[in-house]
């Protein structure tokens, strides 16, 4: 029973992880198309800009967090302006250009030697929680909060605010929104600022169970195209549910079978959802597309 | 690299080396090949050490190879162009292996830093008197995916099955990873007491932290490089308490035993300055430090710089140095044991609140027992 348990808590924690991970990279690609292969680097830039404000500027926790935030929406605005706007509509041209853009973050983080142990965040909540026979850090609980209540507040922004109705506006049918006086340029610049954001939520979040460490940057790319392909781009619930498949499996299959097997599992649904249901488990577009 | 500089700059203020009538200084060059990063493929590492053999021809080089991958890939390489190398790092077996397979092609490389099979043999001592002392009877290894960590766990599998241990499981990690959590629900559900990491990479040191955060009754016994050094306490938020940590060599820590130690970290300090000498890595500088001196007591006894009679006199070092005795075996192997005035020696230290590395192996240089915490054993 306790093992079950163990697995349940534990996978819980990573589908929030998992979630929060994804969030900024599927917003971004699912309101407004573009393919921000930037994220991992992002994720990344705001995880060191953080640790800069609180470990060495020492601001408190809450404002350094924000500070993060904050200027990964900035590099958002600059990387639509300057890397991707050159080449929109391009599909291909934006995922090389974006990569390229991220890559670039992380190798420069490299080569200033950001590589120690000292790149770490203190958790948000510290102490531990018993739940039933198995203990969990209270930070892991606060990463689930955070990861339910952001999917919820995306939700509501999609469907009730100007803003969001004209980012879904823009995603459905481009034509008809400029036709309605839904500008492009700014639509797309909020949407690649938004998933920045995002993408600093998580870090700011999911970071302190770690290090700051450059591997994580792609492999944060690696699991929000994960999520995202098996979740599909349309609605919030298919990103959640995606996020708890795939949370639930790596951490059975790496208790059962061994660590090694989590990335395993992200390529092979990749590969699956694509082969089987290209929209994902809960989006219709590409069926729409060929019906059309 | 700061170990290395520091011996040269003493030889040179000493008047350099003597190399038959004339004094020479020595000059470090160098080169990164990134090896320790994760992702980095074997053949860069390969040109990298190629273009320091052709475009800055070093009489000799030492630290060489960090991983043990690209080490047996570079001992071709080394032989091929005859200068003598001490690596300090690199920790596979195989390397003995391939010099006694050939002795005179590898007759140039010889190893400074502890061997795998030492390590896991100190390693296994601890372990068998804490399970005696303490009734622990599961054990559990956690170890990056690289050579030397897995030829080290591999031993030790088997040493603690025949010792009688029950092995909850053996978790390979790749360089890089920092979600160790599944070893962590192993640990819990597997009963584990006794928890054995073996990493080298900066990230390991989040095991800890996970492990702390879970409340598991385990006591830490192995090696976490980012976890010897003094300002680890700090860096994990007390997370490293209880762990009984090993130090690859002397180096990063004073040891009354071993004079020269103690020499090293006052002289590291004052050249770098205490914070640096605080974050001492547990493997590389003792031996790195002593390597210099090794080399340069060669050139002077060969009267040469012609790398067969330089090596040859390598080969007949027997001097003490920051890590105790310093003799190559017959596979160009420095002899690890428990007695610095007979070999050289490697140190377990344990974490006590409020930060200090108490030395509890080998014997001889202890301060102070093993303690298990509490609820681990009897």
Sequence with gaps: ?292 | MRAVQLAVDEINARGGVRVGAVRRPLQVVSIDTREHEPGIPIHDALAALEKLLTERRPHAIVVGAFRSEVLLAAMDVVARYRVPYVVTIAMTPAFEARIASDPVKYRYLFRMGLQSEYFAGNLARVLGYIKSRHGVSRIQFVHQDVLWAKATVGFLEVWARQAGWTVVSSDAYPTGATDFSASVLRARTGRTQILVPVFDMPQSGVLLKQVKGAQLPVAVVGFISPAVPATAWQAFEGAVDGMVQFVAEPGPLAVRVLPKSVHFNRAYGQKYGEEARLRLSGHGPGPSYDAVYVVAAAIERAGTLDPDRVAEEIRKTDTEGVIGRIRFNEKHQVVYGGLPSETAISLAFQWRAPGRRVVVFPELAAEDEIRLPAGVGR
């Design chain 1, 1 to 292: 029973m306790t093992e079950v348990l163990s697995v349940l808590l534990y996978g819980l924690v990573q589908a929030a992880i998992l979630l929060l991970v994804a969030l900024g990279f599927s917003v971004t690609f699912g309101l407004s198309g573009i393919p921000n292969f930037a994220h991992g680097g992002v994720y990344i830039l705001s995880g060191f800009v953080c640790w800069y404000l609180l470990r060495q500027l020492a601001w408190p926790h809450l404002l350094a967090a924000a500070g993060g935030v904050a200027v990964a929406a900035v590099v958002g605005v600059l990387l639509y302006w300057l890397v991707i706007r050159p080449v929109r509509r391009l599909v291909l041209a934006e995922v090389i250009a974006t990569f390229a853009a991220g890559v670039a973050m992380l190798e420069l983080f490299r080569w200033m030697g950001l590589v120690t142990y000292d790149f770490n965040l203190p958790p948000v909540v510290a102490g531990s929680v018993t739940l039933g026979e198995v203990t969990v850090d209270a930070h892991r609980l606060a990463v689930v909060a955070a990861a339910a209540g952001l999917g919820l507040l995306l939700w509501w922004f999609g469907r009730a605010t100007r803003t969001g109705l004209a980012l879904r506006a823009m995603a459905q049918e481009e034509y008809t929104a400029l036709s309605l006086g839904v500008r492009e340029d700014v639509v797309a610049t909020v949407s690649v600022a938004l998933g920045s954001a995002l993408a600093a939520v998580a870090a700011v979040l999911v970071l302190p169970l770690g290090l700051i460490s450059i591997n994580l940057g792609y492999d944060a790319m690696l699991v929000a195209l994960a999520v995202t392909v098996v979740g599909g781009t349309e609605r919030t619930a298919g990103l959640v549910l995606a996020a708890l498949l795939l949370g639930m499996t790596t951490v059975a299959a790496s208790v059962v079978l061994g660590p090694h097997w989590s990335e395993v599992i992200y390529l092979a649904a990749i590969v699956a959802v694509l082969a089987v249901r290209p929209s994902g488990i809960l989006g219709r577009l590409k069926e729409l597309e060929e019906r059309v």
